[in-house]
């Protein structure tokens, strides 16, 4: 089998992306649910809950990325024009960016809020900052930025894979699909 | 220079001469700190308190007479967040409005050698007094002794945290208090 030629995303990398995309989707409305929320044991174990699933995403996106620098990705369709390639291309480094800013401006926060991440209430994380509720402040709309930024990019991602898919016809959502087999989407029909 | 050897030879004798023993009698609530670590899903939050009051009578060659009482303002508290400022004063924990003030009296000191002694005392929160014992490190530097110690009190005996709170998987039953506690012995003070 050659690089190249490869039409598919490996098992491994559709299992992370996937695990990733389902997560980072219920970590972000959980955190948008919670913040509101008044102060309880209950939002209490919110906050750990989230903290924890943003620890978690952070290491899948570790994996996922050293997977897919020690595996090449499929080609994109090579009837798609240079400018929609490169934007491709821009989307999927800034969703990388994001997945790795994100968790980490999450985790510098609770430090600087005086929270500490205690990963599963088991492994503590180093706080890398000391309290500071100006920095806290601060930190806090960092991560929300953040956050809507990465959001925006995937309802981005998500359009485009559903364009690919709808319009174009293409192969480009089929061979990320954990389901679509070995058949590309023009078999599938 | 005759007077100032004379008091130094008073002093050397001061374990014979009880009048001029050193007392440590002056609180400094300015030198002292009250601090405790609660946990939180596990995870360690420092608090403390910022306001609160204590008499201290204490000579080291005679623990056994020692006396010692404070007042905490619990108003003081600073919990860690104004969320939880806001939410300890409230009448499942601690009752501010109600209960403004933690009292401990000291009950007798035993002396466990090293500078070490262990202190039993009464600890009055919100309306319930219990029974307190806990270890007290002596640091002495000049006129001035550091009481250092900390010791865990369980926030359930003194109904801190009920209703929804009182389940400790959240937040834990153990809170670990540190204390150090400055006082300065007045009559050297007065000597300079």
């Not at chain 1, 490996?10 to 299992?15: D, S």
């Not at chain 2, 030879?9 to 609180?27: G, K, R, S």
């Not at chain 2, 929160?125 to 530097?141: A, S, W």
Request: positive net charge; contains cysteine; glycine residues 6%.
């Amino acid at each position: 089998m050659s690089l190249g030629s490869t039409t598919r995303y490996t098992g491994v990398a559709i299992g992370l992306h996937w695990l990733i995309a389902f997560a980072i989707v219920g970590t972000f409305a959980l955190g948008l649910y919670m913040h509101e929320l008044p102060l309880s044991p209950q939002k209490l174990k919110l906050y750990s809950w989230h903290k924890w699933a943003g620890v978690t995403i952070f290491l899948c996106v570790v994996l996922r990325l050293a997977w897919r620098f020690s595996h090449r990705a499929p080609e994109l369709p090579a009837a798609m024009p240079a400018w929609q390639r490169k934007v491709a291309e821009a989307t999927h480094v800034l969703l990388y960016l994001l997945m790795f800013a994100v968790p980490l401006s999450g985790w510098l926060m609770s430090s600087a809020k005086g929270f500490q991440t205690v990963w599963f209430g088991v492994l503590p994380l180093p706080d890398l900052l000391g309290k500071n509720k100006e920095l806290g402040d601060l930190l806090q709309e960092v991560h929300e930025l953040l956050n809507f930024s990465m959001a925006a990019l995937v309802v981005a991602h998500l359009g485009a894979a559903l364009k690919h898919h709808f319009v174009d016809r293409d192969d480009v959502l089929s061979r990320m699909l954990p389901l679509a087999g070995k058949t590309n989407l023009g078999e599938m029909k | 220079m005759k007077l100032w050897q004379h008091g130094l030879a008073l002093c050397v004798m001061a374990t014979t001469l009880p009048a001029c023993a050193v007392e440590f009698n002056q609180f400094q609530a300015n030198k002292s700190a009250l601090s405790f670590v609660s946990k939180q899903m596990n995870v360690p939050v420092e608090g403390q308190f910022k306001s609160f009051r204590g008499k201290i009578a204490f000579d080291p060659a005679k623990p056994a007479a020692a006396k010692a009482e404070f007042e905490i303002d619990l108003a003081s508290i600073d919990a860690g967040s104004k969320d939880a400022n806001d939410e300890v004063a409230t009448k499942a924990w601690f009752d501010t409005k109600a209960f403004p003030i933690a009292k401990f009296t000291a009950t007798s000191v035993k002396p466990l050698g090293n500078n070490r002694y262990e202190v039993a005392g009464k600890m009055s929160i919100k309306g319930r007094t219990l029974d307190l014992i806990t270890p007290v490190t002596l640091r002495q530097e000049g006129n001035s002794a550091s009481f250092e110690g900390s010791l865990v009190l369980k926030r359930a005996d003194y109904a801190i945290g009920e209703g929804m709170w009182a389940d400790f998987g959240t937040v834990a039953n153990e809170v670990q208090i540190k204390f150090r506690l400055v006082a300065i012995a007045a009559a050297a003070a007065s000597a300079k």
